[in-house]
């Protein structure tokens, strides 16, 4: 803050901010998350494999990383974001449909992954 490094905590996350890069330490989950000039989600080893939702299942397999959460397979990475927009505040709901139409397309006969990730909803 104000040009300096900064540390913060409570009993759910540890928060550490430097000039390179911004860092969540997720104490109950074991997860970190790093944020430069990339996102970067660091998990611990018992969870590779075993998750499923916007970044993939963390398993290594790229062919895993573009799973929408209908479950299609998707080839082309900008539908693949789209797929998991939600309307939010500020974004009308005409434009998000129009934007999204070419993912309604894609996901009516797309491959399909064998586990379904969960979706992500607003309140």
Not at 11 to 16: G, I
Not at 75 to 89: I, K, R
Not at 104 to 115: F, I, L, N, S, V
Request: with cysteine; net charge neutral; hydrophobic share 35%.
């Amino acid at each position: 803050i104000n040009g300096e490094d900064y540390e913060g905590e409570n009993q759910f996350v540890k928060f550490t901010k430097n000039e390179n890069a911004s860092m969540f330490f997720f104490k109950s989950l074991g997860f970190v998350i790093i944020i430069s000039d990339k996102i970067q989600f660091r998990m611990p080893k018992i969870l590779n494999g075993n998750l499923h939702g916007l970044c993939g299942r963390m398993d290594g397999e790229k062919r895993h990383d573009l799973v929408g959460p209908t479950g299609c397979i998707f080839t082309n990475p900008s539908l693949f974001a789209l797929s998991w927009t939600t309307q939010g505040e500020g974004c009308s709901l005409f434009s998000l449909r129009s934007k999204k139409r070419g993912v309604t397309q894609y996901q009516e006969a797309c491959p399909r992954e064998d586990y379904i990730p969960t979706a992500v909803s607003h309140p």
